[in-house]
């Protein structure tokens, strides 16, 4: 008798894996087996975590801070981010309005699991972060792109926004700085979202992973601060990942309506229970101490976006909008779309990327993962160094293209 194999959800069939970490999954194993490979795909800061946050970690596990913690996290990180929610933007939130999750992502599944019956619709500003789709349909929901335009900064169109929503929209995704383009909403867009969320009752969801990393003048518009009614109706995700280079330490908070984050402490007691108990003693020497950790990285980022973006806008063809926040720059590279390498055509942006690691060996994610076909992203979060070698070989690989 041959055995079927063990039949799947049909939850987790319609969903990818996530390409960005398939892609610095296939980059790495490309480069141990001795490939050249110049790896522009994963988004994670190439800084360490400051030598007083890994201290802290470490002194918790020589303290005996290993075990279970309370499933929203330990009270002192709870107030610790109230305390940087008002030390930073005013905000009033009291520890039972924040939950801390296993990273952003983990923050984002809790949500979305209190939040959605099957059919309820979510807004998703496109280009999108690649995992925000398929948190919604692991949940039972809808996914509804709401297309940004490049020619706007990718800006939000309030336009477009009214035609998007529906009886069934429940939340809107906003992230400001975005990933992958590192734009931000104007004050206006945010308006016209606030006033559309008010009146029908949505979920405003704010990933401000980024929110540390821009290089804009002036403050970065905040939904909150454009409307602070919509207090009761916004949750707010954040965490250390990418403002203190703690990816791998997996923390990240939630702040919003209690009676939310009551919700998701019930999802969360019923899976992960609570994060790693070392690593939110970490977290918290993160945010009680000093906070210039991410303008260093800044001061690094900074010649790093100029170089990259006047080099990709001076290729013939080719467009790239000027990152306002995190470290990516995503170009349009449809113009060389329809031409061939060898006898293969490159039809969209999957082929351009599978051409550079290729052709070039320079792994990139396609556009298409972020709901943009159009364009390739690349993460400046690496050396001077390697985007100027990662530079030359793009320029070539384009200028042996045919067609
Ligand atoms: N939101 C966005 C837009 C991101 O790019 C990331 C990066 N992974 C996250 C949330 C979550 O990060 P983490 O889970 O590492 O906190
Ligand atoms: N957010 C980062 C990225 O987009 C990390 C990888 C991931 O979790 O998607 O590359």
């Not at 020589?62 to 610790?80: F, H, K, M, N, W």
């Not at 949940?139 to 069934?168: I, M, Y």
């Not at 939904?223 to 990418?242: A, F, M």
């Amino acid at each position: 008798m041959v055995q079927k194999p063990i039949r799947l959800a049909d939850r987790v069939l319609q969903v990818p894996p996530s390409p960005t970490l398939a892609v610095n999954a296939k980059a790495k194993a490309l480069k141990a087996a001795g490939e050249d490979i110049l790896n522009f795909s994963v988004g994670e800061p190439d800084f360490d975590t400051p030598e007083h946050i890994r201290e802290a970690g470490k002194k918790a596990i020589d303290e005996g801070q290993t075990r279970y913690t309370a499933v929203p996290g330990i009270p002192e990180l709870r107030e610790a981010v109230a305390m940087r929610c008002k030390a930073d933007h005013g905000w009033d939130y009291s520890p039972e309005q924040i939950q801390i999750c296993c990273g952003g992502k983990h923050g984002l599944y809790n949500i979305f699991q209190a939040l959605l019956n099957h059919g309820d619709e979510v807004l998703i500003p496109a280009p999108y972060w690649v995992s925000y789709p398929p948190m919604v349909q692991l949940a039972d929901g809808v996914p509804v792109e709401v297309p940004l335009d490049e020619a706007a900064n990718f800006d939000l169109n309030p336009t477009t926004l009214v035609a998007k929503a529906s009886e069934k929209t429940r939340a809107i995704f906003l992230n400001s700085p975005s990933n992958p383009a590192g734009s931000v909403f104007s004050h206006e867009a945010l308006k016209a979202v606030a006033a559309m969320a008010l009146e029908r009752g949505w979920l405003v969801v704010s990933d401000d992973i980024y929110e540390t990393i821009t290089y804009m003048d002036g403050k970065l518009p905040h939904i909150l601060d454009v409307e602070p009614r919509l207090k009761e109706q916004t949750v707010v995700l954040n965490g250390v990942s990418k403002a203190f280079a703690m990816t791998g330490w997996r923390i990240g908070w939630c702040a919003g309506p209690a009676h939310l984050i009551k919700a998701m402490n019930k999802v969360q007691s019923q899976s992960t229970s609570n994060c790693s108990t070392p690593a939110q003693y970490a977290a918290l020497a993160a945010l009680i101490g000093p906070q210039d950790f991410p303008s260093e990285m800044k001061k690094a980022f900074l010649p790093r976006r100029d170089f990259f973006v006047r080099d990709l806008e001076s290729i013939e063809g080719v467009s790239c909008v000027n990152p306002s926040g995190a470290f990516y720059v995503f170009p349009n590279f449809s113009a060389y779309y329809g031409k061939s390498f060898k006898g293969k055509v490159l039809n969209n942006s999957v082929d351009m990327a599978d051409y550079f690691l290729e052709e070039a060996k320079v792994a990139s994610v396609p556009g298409a993962a972020f709901g943009a076909d159009a364009f390739v992203r690349f993460s400046f979060a690496t050396s001077m160094a390697v985007i100027e070698e990662g530079m030359a070989r793009i320029k070539k690989a384009l200028a042996a293209l045919e067609g």
